[in-house]
């Protein structure tokens, strides 16, 4: 079965800094890699997806991800943090059915 | 807008009282998930429905159950909850047609926040 970790539990960055969270993703196929983000006490809303084709995905809010098969990783990324984007983020990897598998999660925090 | 509801947004029960969690969708999907997410935890699916085909993940306890009379609606029963069962309960929904082998996007309601005195 598939797997994700997420190696980082907390990150905290300067508003205005650039943003990088790591995934990595335990999968024999081709993974299908999501990024949600959690504000407090809310649900799931998708940042972006990587089913196939260019390896930089462009996502909402300004995030973009790169899928590098060679080091099963799914990184997030954001040149420039904002405020609003302190919340809980969640890598999971699919398997091509309806299993869908998250990481523990990184909780961002965003200082003035 | 096509959306993912969730009543009520926070639900306190007595222990071992049964309680029942609503989630509706607007997006007209075939496929409707549960997930209990605990504090500071990944949400972990309890279970789904493809269509009427209910599919239970294994370590799900037999204290939660779930109906899902129509396309738009689902529930979540929990028959007896205990203090562990206190957690943020996501719904889910994806469309999938089967037709070829590709993982769906899930789109997450709010959630309901359960309490357990």
């Known amino acids: 079965a598939q797997s994700v970790t997420q190696p980082d539990i907390h990150i905290t960055v300067s508003e205005g800094a650039s943003l990088e969270l790591r995934c990595n993703y335990s999968?024999?196929?081709?993974?299908?890699l999501f990024w949600y983000v959690q504000s407090p006490g809310q649900g799931l809303q998708l940042l972006l997806k990587y089913f196939s084709g260019d390896t930089l995905v462009q996502g909402i809010k300004g995030f973009e991800a790169e899928f590098k098969r060679s080091q099963s990783s799914f990184n997030l990324r954001k040149p420039s943090v904002h405020w609003s984007d302190a919340a809980e983020y969640f890598c999971a990897v699919g398997a091509g059915n309806n299993d869908m598998r998250f990481g523990a999660g990184t909780r961002l925090t965003v200082k003035p | 807008d096509a959306m993912v509801i969730q009543n009520p947004r926070y639900q306190v029960t007595q222990f071992g009282k049964p309680v029942t969690l609503s989630c509706s969708q607007t997006?007209?999907?075939?496929?409707m998930y549960w997930y209990q997410q605990k504090s500071s935890q990944a949400p972990k699916l309890l279970f789904h429905?493809?269509?009427?085909?209910?599919?239970n993940e294994a370590d799900t306890p037999d204290n939660f159950q779930s109906r899902r009379p129509n396309t738009s609606f689902c529930f979540l029963d929990i028959r007896s909850p205990g203090l562990g069962d206190a957690a943020m309960y996501l719904c889910a929904t994806s469309r999938d047609l089967r037709q070829t082998p590709i993982q769906e996007t899930q789109y997450f309601g709010p959630g309901t926040r359960l309490l357990v005195l």
């Open positions: 999968y024999g196929a081709t993974p299908y």
């Open positions: 429905y493809y269509d009427k085909d209910f599919n």
């Open positions: 997006l007209n999907h075939n496929v």
